[in-house]
């Protein structure tokens, strides 16, 4: 029986069909279009995260090289050890664990045997603090030393282990 719209009932259910299957191809292909062109920010997000695993991957491995080959401890007499360790007493070493320079110092300490105290400012909410509000900055390695009232700064791992030469090599 004819409609109102001049199409019989199986033209309306097929129009209605076409309709609906074209919606549905519509979706699948905005669905692929997604797939093999992602949004610009999703594209961003997933770059850093391979970069920040890039990083954590690099200082893990930069950690375990430096691991496998760590110097050997200086020896000195049981004496000037004491001295020795007295001094270090008064030194702490703002410091990340994975940071390169900071592993490069950590390397001077030990093969100079000098027990400085480590002081993580990445995790340590209180030395990261003391570190920019007394140090100035956020950088790592940075050598505080104490001397009496006075304390200095010391920030670059090239001019740290200078100073740790210098003072302790002898
Ligand atoms: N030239 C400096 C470079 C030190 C540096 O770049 N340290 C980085 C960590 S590897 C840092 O402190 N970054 C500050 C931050 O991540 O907030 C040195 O040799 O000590």
Redesign the pocket.
């Known amino acids: 029986m004819p409609q109102q719209s001049g199409l019989n009932r199986t033209e309306i259910v097929l129009a209605w069909r076409a309709r609906q299957l074209d919606g549905l191809v519509r979706a699948e292909s905005g669905k692929l279009r997604a797939c093999l062109f992602p949004p610009v920010h999703l594209m961003r997000e997933s770059l850093f995260m391979l970069l920040k695993a890039l990083r954590v991957g690099l200082g893990q491995l930069i950690i375990f090289l430096s691991f496998i080959t760590r110097p050997s401890k200086m020896k000195r007499a049981p004496e000037a050890q004491a001295s020795v360790d007295q001094a270090a007493a008064q030194l702490s070493l703002y410091q ?1 664990n994975a ?4 592993v ?2 950590r390397r001077t300490l030990r093969r100079l045997n000098l027990p400085v105290a480590l002081r993580d ?2 995790n340590n909410p209180e030395a990261r603090q003391a570190l920019l509000e007394q140090g100035g900055k ?4 940075c050598l505080r030393i104490d001397e009496g009232e006075q304390t200095t700064w010391l ?6 282990n200078s100073y740790l030469e210098q003072r302790f090599a002898a």
């Open positions: 990340f940071c390169p320079f900071c490069k110092t400012a990445k956020i950088q790592v390695p920030y670059e791992s090239k001019a740290i």
